[in-house]
T-cell receptor
Framework: AQKVTQAQTEISVVEKEDVTLDCVYETRDTTYYLFWYKQPPSGELVFLIRRNSFDEQNEISGRYSWNFQKSTSSFNFTITASQVVDSAVYFCARMDSSYKLIFGSGTRLLVRP | ETGVTQSPTHLIKTRGQQVTLRCSSQSGHNTVSWYQQALGQGPQFIFQYYREEENGRGNFPPRFSGLQFPNYSSELNVNALELDDSALYLC??????????????FGPGTRLTVL
């Protein structure tokens, strides 16, 4: 199966630390899309970023940054200077050619004050 | 712009009963996808509707069925409920235009408990 792997089940950091969430994907497609979503305790999945397979440029949005490397099939997510409000479960996902999202198992991030 | 809404928020049913969950897509979106998220796991794709037709289905039995209406809202129906159907059911809408704009935006979910 072409799956998405998030090997880190849970990460705990102290506020203001930097933290990187890992994501490794499998695909036979040449064109594909990768996503990160945040799921706070309320349950709603909040869209963070989308990346197309033909665009390996890294992206920064405020304290968030993403590193996409096709050579290692990875799409990692870094939060700089973490804050308590960043505590949530983060999901990496890949969209296949049939427009469905295939999610990883998620990484629970706990940011302690 | 109104986001994706789902109703009800919570639902408790007993084994063997039937349930209908509802979803209103975001304005301008014509595609609705449904996902099941069991506790501690990532969401699993159930099926997708595009312009009122089913467009892809995940590994779920036929007792999971759906509808999409002309206004692009959608229903998820589950018959003969089983204990394992207890989960958060998430609806997502997207503007399927054929371009690179197929990001799916999720609603707050319906938490279903089957006793």
């Amino acid at each position: 199966a072409q799956k998405v792997t998030q090997a880190q089940t849970e990460i705990s950091v102290v506020e203001k630390e930097d933290v990187t969430l890992d994501c490794v994907y499998e695909t036979r497609d040449t064109t594909y899309y990768l996503f990160w979503y945040k799921q706070p305790p309320s349950g709603e999945l909040v869209f963070l970023i989308r990346r197309n397979s033909f665009d390996e440029q890294n992206e920064i949005s405020g304290r968030y940054s993403w590193n996409f490397q096709k050579s290692t099939s990875s799409f990692n997510f870094t939060i700089t200077a973490s804050q308590v409000v960043d505590s949530a479960v983060y999901f990496c996902a890949r969209m296949d050619s049939s427009y469905k999202l295939i999610f990883g198992s998620g990484t629970r991030l706990l940011v302690r004050p | 712009e109104t986001g994706v809404t789902q109703s009800p928020t919570h639902l408790i049913k007993t084994r063997g009963q039937q349930v209908t969950l509802r979803c209103s897509s975001q304005s301008g979106h014509n595609t609705v996808s449904w996902y099941q998220q069991a506790l501690g796991q990532g969401p699993q794709f159930i099926f997708q509707y595009y312009r009122e037709e089913e467009n892809g289905r995940g590994n779920f039995p036929p007792r999971f069925s759906g509808l999409q209406f002309p206004n692009y809202s959608s229903e998820l129906n589950v018959n003969a409920l089983e204990l394992d159907d207890s989960a958060l059911y998430l609806c997502a809408s997207s503007p399927r235009t054929g371009a690179s704009t197929d990001t799916q935006y999720f609603g707050p979910g319906t938490r279903l408990t089957v006793l």
